[in-house]
């Protein structure tokens, strides 16, 4: 009976929802404020050398400075704005090729489908990284932007599996032949039903996409494949400062730290949105 | 001359067994049919033929005397205009992420009716004995009957002729159940009803006329209450027998 | 004569609903009693209840008797005891209630052993075969045989529907509680299995708790009813004077609605 599942959820869901959507709201949005600044002003200019080698955190210099007598904070700020930009660029460029195919392949014949399924369950089986690697080798240059079409390729697969099977289930319900029958076009079908309705799984696959971006961009620069040494990425922070661990623990644990605090904050803010976007969630 | 003419239709999948053996109705205008059939009758399978969602392996279907083509894209938009549908799960047949009024105008909008949407709307709305107030909300702030009147209110908003029905109070609660079939019979006396259904009380208390469907094939059809008086052929007998009755 | 199960004043809560309130539903050994409500009237809930079933978020207050025991508050352990040789419950969908990667015959073997090993007995290899078709034949499965090796999607609704009562009765329970068994079979099949479990109480002398949306249906197999609306009793009393002379409004409409469908249809052949 219907009941049980009514019940099942009490409350207290929507209290700790709209508790996890600020909380993302906050910490994400500290970052693109970071991000949006430096675009303007930054503490230091990022490439001069403005103090001591690797100094320790003072007034002058809030997170020290790394081996060249660089202002860390600068360097971190700016990471920031990198990582938005990359996460949001390849989580936007994996959602429209990602979508876009999943949908093709929901609507495909049998035959077409199945090698779709294939061909993505052979893709997901890479690891995101390899597949971003190899975008970037075929693109030999390493630039911000092959890193962010590397890494919107290497997702697209995800978010085409996660939208074929979506767009199935909806489309065995009563309300897709209703519009049929009321000579909805397929087109109008996918914008007005099939959207809408598996938008909320959807944009929380996105929010993941953008962390593992995040992640992944990180990685790609600190293997030296990322965006090249005037732009700051977190990644290169990190892999410039294996070498002074011991002697200066802050050049991985404050690069670390952000890392960590962008990408549970915007998986918060992904939860929250979830719950605020679906109508049946709302308060009665 | 009739309204919908099934003429010697078979349907099956390529993996063998036939779904529907050789079926032909005549649905004159104004005529209330009740299709009856357990699973395996085929009858869900007959619906989707008449909806143009699925073509017969032989056979042919004409609606006024033009054959039932799903490619025709002209000849459909005029079909869907004159035939709808109401479908068994109200919780599944209505988008929970659109009002009631962008449910119950998506024909309209779709079949490009170009008169006020909201005003028809509202007026299918009350002519199911819903308020014309609600058309701002979401399905899930209503109980089952009344996502089904929202439901049959978008299958009459762009004035059908034909309105079919899969079961269309199978889900309801006993109470609720008799009010749509009492809504079903009011609406039947303006147009054209063929109701689905496996539950064969319902259909005789709607329908003037019913088709009893035994895998694939039609075994008995014609005025329902001479099939219910007189049951001549063993399934319908057997069907007839098996109904639970109220204590005398 | 002591009840089998005797609820009082039984009410369940979730955090912020009410579910179910003060509903009193007495049934001796042998009696047959129908519980009737439509949807979110709390009747599959109160069979939860009866036997312990019931979800960790509903609290429940009052006392539910099994058996001569205390089924509230009663540990794991207790409730294993109780269910199965003191109720057992037939659900309204055969297909999810089995389970789908297991055969047929060894669903029906697992409770038989069970109920031996309970009786202190061990039951095994060509004995247990013997009992599951034994058991398969009671509840008149065609050709047991080549059922007991088969799985569940390969069987039809209603055999399902028998397999889950043979896996019911294999426990030898006092009281078999029936949710809504036969809703989602066809009528020819319904009314196959409503005589199946008529024949079956009748013999074991059984108990049988029957809980349905559906007048008719309860009418042919209980003797006792009770309506349930919105988690409350409304009324209560033989079939035939509650059915006969509904008193509450809720009951008439119910009865009225039933009448019309049942009219409709002319006189019974």
Known sequence: ????????????????????????????????????????????????????????????????????????????????RIALIVGTGAAAIGAIIGVTLGLLAAFATKLLDDAFAATLDILIAFPTLLIAMLVVA???????????????????????????????????????????????????IVFRHILPNIWPTLSVSFA????LAAIAEASLSYLGLGAPPPNASWGRLLQEAQGTVYTAPIGAIAPGIALVSLVIGINLLADGLRDSVDPTRRAR | MSLLKVDNVTFGYSSGKSVLAGVSLDIGPGDTIGLVGESGSGKSTLLRLLLGLTRPNSGSISFNGTALDPRNAQFMRAYRRQVQIVFQDPYSSLDPRQTVLSIVAEPLRSLKIARDHRQMVMEALVSVGLEPTILGRYPHEFSGGQR?????????????????????????????????VELLKQLSASM?????????GVVAALCEKIVILEQGRIVESGDTKTILANPQHPYTQRLLASVPRMPA | MSALLDIKQLSLHTENVRLLYGVDLTIAPGERVGLIGESGSGKSLTAMAATGLLPTNIRASGSITLAGRPVIDASEHQLNLLRGSAAAVVFQEPLTALDPLMRIGRQIAEPLRRRAARDGQRLSGTELDAAVLAMMG??????????????????????????????ALACKPSLLIADEPTTALDVTTQAEILCLLDRLVRERNMALLFISHDLPVVAGIVDRVVVLRQGEVVEAGPVHQVFAHPQHAYTQSLVAAAHAFDTALGAAP
């Open chain 1, 1 to 80: 009976m219907t009941t049980l599942d009514q019940i099942a959820a009490p409350n207290r869901r929507r209290r700790f929802g709209s508790l996890t959507l600020w909380a993302g709201i906050a910490l994400v949005g500290i970052h693109i404020a970071v991000g949006l600044l430096t675009v303007v002003w930054s503490p230091y200019d990022p490439s001069g050398m403005t103090g001591g080698r690797l100094e320790a955190p003072s007034w002058l210099h809030w997170a020290g400075t790394d081996r060249l007598g660089r202002d860390f904070l600068t360097q971190i700020m700016i990471g920031s």
């Open chain 3, 138 to 167: 009671d509840v008149a499965l065609p050709d047991p045989e080549r059922i007991a090796r088969a799985y569940p999607h390969e069987i039809s609704g209603g055999q399902r529907q028998r397999v889950a009562i043979a896996m």
């Open chain 2, 192 to 200: 054209t009803l063929v109701f689905v259904s496996h539950d064969i």
């Open chain 2, 148 to 180: 089904q009147r929202i439901a049959i209110a978008r299958a009459i908003v762009a004035g059908p002729s034909l309105l079919l029905a899969d079961e269309a109070v199978s889900a309801l609660d006993l109470s609720t159940r008799i009010r749509i």
């Open chain 1, 138 to 188: 075929a693109a030999d240059t390493a630039n911000l932007g092959s890193a962010i079409f590397a890494l919107g390729i290497a997702l697209s697969a995800i978010v085409a599996r996660l939208t074929r099977i979506l767009t199935k289930r909806v489309l065995l319900l009563d309300y897709i032949t209703a519009a049929r029958t009321s000579g909805t076009s397929w087109l109008g």
């Open chain 1, 208 to 211: 993941l996409q953008f962390g």
